[in-house]
């Protein structure tokens, strides 16, 4: 959801309620009540927080695209990594003081902020032996990964 998603990228980038709402010009009480769910920035406020937070308007807006971050918001030169743009990759990173990797994951680009990774989600039902794949696209802080290994095969 957008409030999860503006939550989470403010507080990687550092910055209070009050600095984001002074950056794009509208109230402390607005940032909080998206924050919160209780409404949603207009196309021009969505466009100025995707600006402010080095992500994609798409990226924002889009329920299918989450994000993960610790939010230590360290920035990386990750050049090296846009050879690696459309290959297969195992991406492992630290959020909030765990470990997690995402496995056969596509690289769909690389910032000096973020990491875009699609990848299969795969997810079984209580009782069901049935196993469900469902596409996911996930913005990885880079502040946060540990490590980048190219899949053979």
Known sequence: ???DKLLA???RSGMS???VASAIDVTRQTVSNWEQG?????LDKAAALA???GVTLDDLAN???SVVSSGRGAHRDLHVLERLV???????FMDDDDRGAVTGA?????????LRVSYVQKTSRLGSPKVASQPVVTLIDAADVASVVVERG
Request: hydrophobic fraction near 35%.
């Open 38 to 42: 209780q409404g949603a920035p207009a």
């Open 9 to 11: 990228l403010r507080k």
């Open 86 to 92: 459309g290959k297969r990759v195992t991406i492992g």
């Open 106 to 114: 596509e690289l769909l680009g690389v910032t000096e902020s973020w």
């Open 17 to 19: 309620q009050q600095e």
């Open 1 to 3: 959801m957008i409030k």
């Open 51 to 53: 600006k402010l937070y």
């Open 63 to 65: 329920d299918e695209v």
